[in-house]
């Protein structure tokens, strides 16, 4: 696996290769499987190589709140997101994070 990537040097670029991939969110009660279903740009900001939005959805009936959260990824390492829920999406629950 990877080690634990800079968030700041992430881009979207890092992501959109991993377009349906598999990750893995920690969770107090145990590893919530996600896929990430989309990579945005998210405009223009201070940070180095633009913003960019990701989606994850998560099994169905998830609920678990916003926060930061360890997540796993083969390739990419584990990388401690701020993901807030945004409901339900086709055939999951929806988190998004934003790198700004």
Do not use: C, N, W
């Amino acid at each position: 696996m990877a080690s634990s990537p800079d968030l700041a040097t992430l881009k979207l670029d890092d992501f959109a290769t991993q377009l349906d991939a598999d990750f893995e969110m920690q969770t107090s009660d145990g590893v919530l499987p996600l896929k990430l279903v989309k990579a945005d740009p998210a405009g223009a900001s201070g940070r180095e190589g633009a913003a960019f939005s990701l989606l994850f959805a998560a099994p169905a009936g998830t609920s678990l709140p916003q926060g930061i959260y360890p997540v796993t990824h083969p390739a990419l390492g584990v990388m401690e997101i701020f993901l807030v829920p945004i409901g339900p999406l086709q055939g999951g629950s929806g988190y998004q994070a934003i790198f700004a």
